[in-house]
């Protein structure tokens, strides 16, 4: 009996120390990460293209749907306000404000627990005015009801992440990328009734030389 006790209080050991070890391991590269940040330089008058990668059922599905990026779930655009990146996007859950329009530091912006990727690009040919032009119009964006765009349909006064900030530049003139057409099946088939998506992906800016990648993290 007293083995098989001492036998239990080793394994319980054994179990906590494991335990501390796997949050130790998540909080070190949470850490890193912000650390890794803390060290960029951004610059007050540019505009930036910010992808996240999460490793949840949701972000999954939305990788499928990139032109090249394995890792890239989410996007959003930001610009510095107050000695910080301040990032604007739209995301398929309501915020506090019962829209979808999130805007949030970069800090909050990597949260997520299950974050595996972060990249960060700056758009290249912004001068002084059309950087103006472009914080204004996220700004003035604020105050709209912004509606997550659930049916990927063109012209619906409705949004995805990627959708919005084609929107967003091209109220400024700024073609960021062309849209992409996939043929979908399965339960995406059904839910969109549609055979052909068109849409934007979250990596189809990538590769049009609008952008400059200063920034890449992989977990």
Wanted: proline residues 1%; charged residues 25%.
């Amino acid at each position: 009996m007293i083995m098989f006790k001492n036998f239990k209080y080793h394994i319980t050991i054994m179990g906590c120390i494991l335990i501390i070890v796997i949050f130790s391991f998540y909080g070190y590269k949470s850490s890193s990460l912000n650390s890794k940040i803390k060290s960029l330089q951004f610059d007050t008058e540019s505009i930036y293209i910010i992808q996240r990668g999460a490793t949840g059922k949701l972000s999954n599905v939305a990788k499928d749907f990139n032109i090249r990026n394995k890792y890239a779930s989410h996007v959003g655009i930001g610009f510095v306000k107050d000695h910080t990146l301040t990032i604007h996007h739209v995301y398929v859950d309501k915020n506090s404000q019962n829209n979808y329009l999130y805007v949030e530091s970069i800090n909050d912006f990597i949260k997520p627990e299950d974050l595996n990727y972060l990249s960060i690009w700056k758009l290249k040919g912004i001068d002084h005015e059309k950087l103006d032009h472009i914080k204004n119009t996220l700004l003035h964006s604020e105050k709209e009801n912004i509606i997550f765009d659930f049916t990927f349909a063109e012209n619906n006064e409705k949004y995805y992440c990627s959708e919005y900030i084609v929107s967003i530049l091209r109220k400024n003139s700024i073609e960021i990328m062309k849209d992409h057409k996939k043929n979908v099946t399965g339960m995406i088939k059904q839910i969109l009734k549609k055979d052909t998506l068109k849409y934007f992906p979250v990596d189809g800016f990538e590769n049009t030389g609008k952008a400059e990648k200063i920034f890449e993290w992989v977990k």
